[in-house]
């Protein structure tokens, strides 16, 4: 059996960050937090790396992530505006004044080729912890793989004091993922976590309420349905030129159509991320501290 494929989310524009957030440096050898990611996934078990990118960054990514990973077995595959996209829905789209490619379900797609086992999916500005790649890594692992899963987070933990932030926000039952619904506008106002709706509403929301990060793990087999997913989501909104297709509201489809049951896998472990420049020193004050506890190297892939 071949062990598991970590597909990696790192064709994002980075609008709120106002830069390549996905090479941004921020470790002691100058590792952006992808670098940690795929550490610590080598090391639980993963056998093979997916980077989805665009065509555009693909020669800072070789230079600046790329080049200090002579090692590791990877793969590129990239996320374009008409990737996989029926030429009629990418005239529409472009007409209605679409810049960018589709959200997350998309680029998963668009990585489909590359993967031939049990996968797990990260973005690449966020840190997720040893902990949560070895009950992935462990989980993928097991034989004839027919279930999903997801490595959940606390909210109050994953907010960013800068802005807003999205999270897909879980309904967990019996050890089950029940529903997940992204929500875009999350932040703290004053003593509460609320998030707004586009037309205003206000929703209140836990400190402990569990939201996806974007840490999933799912059989190949997922793939036909996703596509299914993804061309319903075409055929409704390829004249809106700011909707995504999320995968955790793919992951909701998958849920409440039966297709697909999600295990929840607890991990104690930390979770920070870049999604503006100030968050930038956090991440590098974290990185640094796990560092001096001797969690990782001082250089990683020099070690």
Not at 170 to 197: D, F, H, K, M, P
């Amino acid at each position: 059996m071949k062990g598991p494929v970590l597909v990696v989310l790192a064709a994002g524009m980075g609008s709120r960050y106002g830069g390549l957030k996905q090479v941004e440096r921020i470790g002691q050898g100058g590792e952006a937090l992808l670098d940690y990611s795929i550490f610590d996934a080598l090391r639980s078990g993963f056998e093979k790396i997916v980077f989805i990118i665009r065509h555009d960054i693909e020669k800072d990514f070789k230079e600046l992530v790329l080049s200090r990973m002579a090692s590791i077995r990877y793969e590129l595959c990239f996320q374009e505006l008409d990737s996989l996209i029926p030429p009629e829905v990418f005239n529409q789209a472009k007409q209605a004044g679409r810049t960018k490619p589709w959200g997350t379900s998309h680029a998963l797609l668009c990585a489909a080729p590359f993967i031939d086992a049990p996968f797990a999916v990260i973005n690449a500005d966020d840190f997720y912890g040893r902990a949560a790649f070895t009950v992935m890594g462990t989980y993928l692992a097991s034989p004839h793989l027919t279930e999903g899963a997801i490595v959940p987070y606390w909210l109050e933990k994953t907010l960013s004091p800068q802005g807003t932030v999205t999270r897909g926000v879980c309904v967990i039952q019996g050890g089950y993922l029940e529903s997940v619904q992204e929500l875009t506008a999350i932040a703290q106002e004053g003593s509460r976590i609320v998030n707004t709706s586009g037309d205003g509403a206000k929703q209140e929301l836990a400190p402990d309420t569990p939201v996806s990060m974007n840490f999933w793990g799912f059989p190949p087999s997922i793939f036909p349905d996703l596509r299914r997913y993804f061309d319903a989501f075409l055929t409704a909104s390829a004249g809106q030129p700011k909707q995504e297709c999320y995968l955790p509201m793919a992951a909701d489809w998958f849920i409440k159509h039966k297709l697909l049951k999600i295990r929840v896998l607890p991990a104690d472990a930390p979770w920070f991320g870049v999604t503006y420049q100030e968050d930038r020193r956090v991440a590098m004050n974290r990185i640094a501290e796990l560092t001096a506890q001797g969690v990782y190297p001082a250089s990683l892939w020099n070690s």
